[in-house]
């Protein structure tokens, strides 16, 4: 019976926990059991190990005998026992041909195979002393319930892991709906995903991927893991789960239906799991087994299932949220601030600069001869023109600029710590950028802007007075002859205004 047969047996036993030697009571308890029913000096429990494609001999308890050295056909009997799936026994094995292996200090042996509920080999429960013996009928089936005890305290243990990783994944799991319900951006929901993936699977990799719309990609927005092999970007048609709108599971490199945006050096058998919501595909959740040749299991499988489930619903609420968020602050028309936002905002920031001792500027810019515009071209011209214009200010300004849609033909820009200077100038710049606006398909003549600026704190300290600024300076701008820029004059500010 050589080392080699070891390579038959297909048991994986990290489902029942059970990796390493280390000593534990339930198990050294069988083994003295075992020695003294067998009317032996010593006993040993012997468990395979199969974890991807590695197999080893876990000898877990040992009684009676320091070293293995002393029972080097230990293994042998044991495994010959499995094999055969009846007790084995070899009274004297310096006279028993079956024994191919030194039988070292120990003539005798005995094994009882272990098998799981399932029928799948497990290892075995061996007796063995220094001298030869008999072994009687009734004493092979006293090995034989000790192997049932074995295995029943490994069953006990699965099921004691199983409740615990049930319990913990269901804690987590609580865990991440609550951090859900508290985020207020995609990004922060992200954020959380990364954060609770790393802990659900703490052995795998993957990422969590998002349809970007706009760009016609697919892009991960999170990952997790040391070896996610999941692409940043990719097509939509790249992942078999996005084109056919359910689960996808590769286990082996040969089984065909590859997604393209997962590597295949070294191969890692993968899930991807499309999160639909609302009807629409936001992404795909991509979970990798932890290690080259490793599957995953149905409990990891089903756990990445529920968390793509949660994550797909909370993303899809924060995405209606933000839509319908983006439609209380944002004119229809222009896709500007609208006016309450102005307000909130400008109280904000005027806040904020006064807090930082800093300056804070604004533009109040007015259409020139919109009326006629409108009534020359039409309202849909004039709506082409307001747009135009409110994309103009989306792209000229800094990304601290708030730029509004004051009412009508009227819009703000609220500059936060621009100084006076700095505005004028940003003012007449896109007074001269308005006038090379081409509407496509209309015949008009040159656009133009009139445009009024304030500051603080020069020209006041409270929005009030900032907007009544601003609002007179372009007053002056029109009755000035139009498409220009005037600055507010505090001269023209009421007593306490600068200092209220």
């Known amino acids: 019976m050589s080392r080699n047969e070891s390579n038959t047996i297909p048991q994986i036993l990290y489902d029942y926990s059970v990796k390493d030697a280390e000593p534990e009571e339930r198990f050294d308890d069988v083994t003295v059991l075992a020695a003294e029913v067998g009317g032996v000096g010593a006993a040993a429990l012997f468990l395979v190990d199969q974890t991807s494609s590695e197999q080893r001999w876990v000898v877990k308890s040992r009684h009676g005998i320091s070293s293995l050295r002393e029972a080097p056909a230990f293994h042998s009997v044991c495994l010959a026992a499995v094999t055969a799936r009846e007790v084995m026994v070899v009274s004297d094995a310096f006279a028993d041909a079956r024994v191919t292996t030194p039988p070292g200090t120990m003539r005798f042996y005995a094994a009882a195979p272990l098998f ?3 029928g799948q080999s497990a290892g075995a429960l061996c007796v063995m002393d220094r001298e030869p013996h008999e072994f009687s009928l009734e ?11 074995v295995m029943a305290q490994l069953e006990l243990g699965k099921q004691r892991s199983e409740l615990e990783r049930v319990t913990r994944e269901t804690s987590l799991l ?3 709906g609550d951090l859900f319900q508290s985020c207020l951006t995609m990004e922060e929901a992200f954020l959380v995903i990364n954060r609770s993936a790393r802990r659900l699977f703490p052995t795998e990799s993957g990422a969590l991927c998002i349809q970007n719309p706009t760009k016609g990609m697919v892009e991960a927005v999170a990952f997790w893991g040391e070896t996610t092999s999941c692409e940043p970007v ?16 590769a286990e082996e490199p040969s089984a065909g239906l590859l997604c393209r945006h997962v590597s295949q050096v070294p191969w890692t058998s993968y899930l991807c799991i499309p999160m639909m919501a609302q009807g629409e595909t936001l992404g795909v959740l991509n979970l990798q087994a932890g290690r080259p040749g490793e599957r995953l299991t149905a409990a990891q499988q089903q756990l990445a299932i529920t968390v793509a489930e949660q994550a797909g619903l909370a993303l899809a609420n924060l995405k209606l949220r933000e839509t319908l968020r983006s439609q209380s602050m ?16 400008l109280e904000r920031e005027l806040y904020r600069v006064q807090r930082k001792q800093s300056s804070l500027s604004l533009i109040m ?5 919109f009326k006629q515009f409108n009534d020359r071209l039409g309202h849909a011209a004039g709506d082409t023109l307001l747009r135009a214009l409110g994309g ?24 936060p710590e621009a100084t006076l200077e700095i505005a004028q100038r940003r003012a007449e710049m896109l007074r001269e950028e308005v006038r090379q606006l081409s509407l496509e398909g209309e015949a008009h003549g040159p656009i133009t802007l009139s445009l009024g600026v304030s500051s603080y704190p020069q020209h006041g300290r409270n929005v009030a007075v900032l907007l009544r600024v601003a609002d007179q300076a ?17 001269s023209e500010l009421e007593p306490g205004d600068v200092a209220s």
């Not at 004493?139 to 005890?149: A, D, F, I, T, V």
């Not at 996005?242 to 599971?249: A, C, D, F, Q």
Request: proline share 3%; aromatic share 8%; net charge positive.
């Open 139 to 149: 004493k092979r089936r006293s090995l034989e319930r000790l192997g049932r005890q």
């Open 174 to 176: 609580n865990e991440m």
């Open 116 to 118: 799981s509920p399932s």
């Open 234 to 249: 990719f097509a939509a048609e790249e992942c078999w789960a996005l084109r056919r709108g359910r689960v996808h599971i």
């Open 392 to 415: 103009l200010l989306t792209t000229r300004v800094r990304r601290e600029d708030i730029p509004c849609r004051y009412g009508g033909e009227e819009f703000v820009v609220i500059l």
């Open 330 to 345: 944002r004119d229809p028309l222009t896709g500007l601030y609208n006016r309450r936002y102005m307000d909130e905002m």
């Open 365 to 369: 810019l007015d259409l020139d001869h």
């Open 474 to 490: 372009l007053y002056r701008a029109k009755n000035e002859g139009r498409d220009r820029v005037v600055v507010g004059d505090a």
